[in-house]
């Protein structure tokens, strides 16, 4: 990982600060639509910090089940040395729903339309912490400007894809959540736009082959797409009338496309100033 600086013995490095800015971000972004709905921020923050936990658990549960067992199961030791890398977004993903599910039925609260702002702000989180990641892509075949010099092979930085796709979703699904037709429709959008964009990006990265150019990842985003669909399709088949009564507050088109060039101008820059 890349070390920004150290203080004594505590070293801050850059997807640490990256992550956490990611979280931030996505966090205040939650509890700004939250208001709009007349649901309190320590709903959300209390939803936000349950599902980070589990989705942490989650993700490393399923990189030792599906990309290295054999490591982990003769090392146990390994397990628990997060620090070190090792985590599965699709697994973070399954739990953080599964625990999220679990918390709104507890506080009798709609989880599906806390969910839809949740799903709305994740793709912000996730872009800005991808920004700090240093786990770059294959080798490029033809060399690109953008690409990453790394130990002297020119790289893919799948990174910098990731994160433009990340924000074209958060702004997609920010401009649909004025216009969204039932809840859970957010929801349901991202459990199929997200896994497509891992899908693609996982073209240019580096993981276990199970069929031609299929990864283990592939796999996870396929059944990921796969219950999106059918999530979608029950609830639009069983949707009652709703009324948005946001739709005459929505952000200017122009505006949006203002955001999501800012973001990826700043992630840009900010990736290969300090981690390329």
């Not at 972004?29 to 959300?44: G, H, L, P, R, V």
């Not at 090392?75 to 999220?100: C, M, R």
């Not at 949707?239 to 955001?259: A, F, G, H, P, Q």
Request: net charge positive; glycine share 8%; proline share 3%.
């Amino acid at each position: 990982m890349k070390e920004l600086f150290s203080i004594g013995p505590f070293h801050i490095y850059f997807f640490g600060v990256a992550v956490a800015a990611g979280i931030a971000a996505g966090t205040i972004f939650a509890i700004n639509e939250a208001k709009k709905k007349d649901i309190s921020s320590e709903t959300i923050t209390d939803l936000i910090l349950i599902t980070i936990i589990s989705g942490v658990l989650g993700a490393r549960l399923f990189y030792i089940l599906f990309y290295n067992p054999s490591i982990y199961f003769n090392n146990p030791a390994e397990i628990f040395k997060i620090y070190e890398g090792g985590l599965s977004i699709h697994g973070g993903i399954f739990t953080a729903i599964a625990t999220g599910y679990i918390y709104t039925v507890k506080k009798k609260q709609s989880f599906l339309k806390l969910a839809d702002i949740i799903v709305t702000a994740l793709p912000l989180a996730q872009g800005i912490g991808r920004v700090g990641c240093d786990v770059f892509g294959k080798t490029m075949n033809n060399i690109m400007p953008w690409g990453i010099n790394y130990g002297g092979q020119i790289l893919h930085p799948a990174q910098v894809y990731e994160f433009i796709l990340d924000y074209i979703l958060f702004i997609f699904l920010w401009r649909r959540s004025y216009h969204k037709k039932f809840d859970g429709e957010l929801f349901a959008i991202y459990l199929i736009s997200f896994p497509i964009i891992r899908g693609i990006v996982e073209f240019f990265r580096i993981n276990p082959i199970i069929w031609g150019p299929f990864s283990i990842s592939h796999l996870l985003s396929l059944i990921l797409v796969i219950i999106g669909i059918v999530v979608y399709k029950i609830l639009s088949k069983n949707r009652s009338e709703y009324n948005n009564d946001l739709v005459n507050k929505e952000i200017k088109l122009s505006t949006s496309i203002l955001y999501l060039i800012v973001l990826i101008a700043v992630s840009v820059f900010v990736f290969y100033y300090v981690q390329g």
